[in-house]
């Protein structure tokens, strides 16, 4: 049996290019598996329900190999469970050098596979690797130019700051201050922390 496997990262993204090619190749769209989520693991539905249906002898055919996944560390586990444990085959059609069958007999076409497979891995790997480095390096060189990373600090209310002014000098109960802020007391208590900090010299000056 022929199956196929399609994946986007998001449910905006189209599967389209993907279900043309399988249809080209002749799978048949009840054996098509689709998944619109990301690649980070393998707990995806359409995913899962593939898994139950291959069995040995089956073809897995998919349009390039980080349909699969995005992490070639996992690629490379659930490539080995698939032709070793299951028995079937995988045919990458962006890249037909990756195909386990073996038309001849022997096991070229598996052990070629395998080496590919590797060396994707590592050049995978190996990238994301300096992309951090990088990354690194341009956040410590901003950060000494003075360039602040984050969230920036919320601002708050004239209304806001007056309450708790208003409540820091018991001028109104926490009562009168949650129902005039809206906040529940939690939050109230967070966000008058907060404020404090943002505008300690705002707040002392009309203390």
Do not use: H
């Given at each position: 049996?022929?199956?196929?496997y399609a994946r986007v990262s998001s449910r905006d993204q189209n599967l389209t290019?993907?279900?043309e090619?399988?249809?080209?190749?002749?799978v048949e769209k009840k054996h098509i598996y689709c998944d619109k989520k990301s690649g980070k693991n393998f707990a995806r539905d359409g995913y899962l329900k593939l898994m139950k249906r291959l069995k040995k002898g089956d073809l897995l055919v998919i349009k390039s190999i980080d349909r699969l996944g995005r992490n070639y560390r996992m690629i490379t586990d659930e490539w080995n469970n698939i032709v070793n444990k299951t028995g079937a085959d995988i045919l990458?059609?962006?890249?037909?050098?990756?195909?386990t069958r073996t038309t001849d007999g022997t096991l070229i076409c598996k052990f070629i596979s395998d080496i590919v497979l590797?060396?994707?891995?590592?050049?995978?790997?190996?990238e994301r690797g300096n992309i951090r480095a990088r990354q690194a390096e341009g956040i410590a060189l901003a950060k000494a130019r003075g360039v602040k990373f984050g969230r920036p600090a919320?601002?708050?209310?004239?209304?806001f700051i007056n309450i708790l002014i208003r409540f820091r000098n018991k001028e109104i109960s926490l009562k009168e201050a949650l129902k005039s802020s809206g906040m529940k007391q939690s939050n109230f208590y967070y966000h008058a922390a907060r404020c404090a900090k943002l505008y300690r010299e705002r707040l002392h000056a009309r203390l």
């Open positions: 049996m022929i199956y196929a290019r993907q279900l090619a399988f249809e080209e190749f002749g990458v059609l962006d890249m037909p050098v990756l195909d590797q060396v994707l891995s590592f050049v995978a790997e190996n919320k601002p708050y209310s004239d209304e």
